[in-house]
């Protein structure tokens, strides 16, 4: 299989597909889940509450904050994260206009 041509793709459709990429893993989700749950920012605290490897949540805190929906924070050996609000705004405006599409088939196959 050939390398994805997302040069022929609108900057919109490439951003939204990457938005939708770093979504769609089950640890994100659930790493989101827990950090909303709590109202405030998480520190060190995700290997115990979804039994994954720190390296594993690393990486995964990395693909959540590169499409900007959380944010975070070193201190010394400390790292806390937290929704970043304006961007989880934007990011849910975005996935709102995608998926409120009208859809009408007359046929189908």
Known sequence: MGITKTEIFSKKQNELAT???????????AILQHIIKQQACICND???ELGLAQPTISQHLRELKNIGIIKGTIEGTSVCYCIDEANWRSIKAELDAFLSQDVSVDRCC
């Open 46 to 48: 995700l290997v115990l």
């Open 19 to 29: 938005t939708f990429k770093a979504l769609a893993h089950p640890a994100r989700i």
